[in-house]
């Protein structure tokens, strides 16, 4: 993800927490609070006016930050449970005495996941007439990024890296309590 071009002055002058700011408050905020405009270059005095405010203000600075980080964290509960309540309900089915209930999300899975590869095979090797090809890239990504991720994190659980920033958020979050 490309940083917004006001950020890069303040990160580049290791100015993290007043990023941080910007980003959960918004860029006139930061302005209004410091009487700095981030619009252009940040000269000598600019840089020490907003380390004096960030130093000033560290307390409210970092409320700020975990706030955003707990946003943050509440964000990944929710999918988690979302995840969660879908295992579960495959797990109700798996009881049923009806065949057609407990294969189910077999059948929907390989269905979604036949007409993607054909999709994906069509749109490799097939033309497309070029009044069409934005539909078709949209299309695409569509199935790539969600039907076929959905079935993926369904099946096989979600990324590695994303278990990974949910156990640093959650380490981080009750080191502050």
């Known amino acids: ?42 000269s000598q005095e600019d ?4 380390r004096q405010f960030e130093l000033e203000h560290e307390e409210e600075l970092q409320r700020l930050r975990m706030e955003d980080k707990r946003l ?25 005495d009806d065949p057609i209930v407990r294969r189910f ?11 993607s590869a054909v999709y994906i095979g069509f749109i490799t090797f097939g033309e497309i007439p070029k009044d069409n090809v934005r539909f078709a890239d949209t299309i ?13 994190n369904f099946f096989y659980g979600s990324s590695k890296g994303s278990q990974d920033k949910t156990a640093a958020l959650t380490k981080e979050l009750e080191g502050d309590k």
């Open 47 to 50: 840089v020490v006016k907003l």
């Open 140 to 152: 695409l990504g569509f199935l790539l990024g969600t039907i076929v991720a959905t079935i993926i």
């Open 105 to 115: 999300i077999y059948f929907y899975a390989l269905f979604w996941s036949v007409c």
């Open 72 to 96: 943050d964290l509440e964000e990944l509960k929710v999918h988690a449970a979302n995840t969660q309540g879908a295992r579960q309900m495959n797990q109700e089915s798996m009881k049923s």
């Open 1 to 42: 993800m490309a940083l917004p071009a006001f950020l890069l002055p303040l990160v580049s002058q290791g100015l993290s927490l007043l990023g941080n700011a910007a980003l959960a408050k918004g860029k006139e905020w930061v302005e209004q609070k410091t009487g700095v405009s981030l619009d252009q270059p940040l």
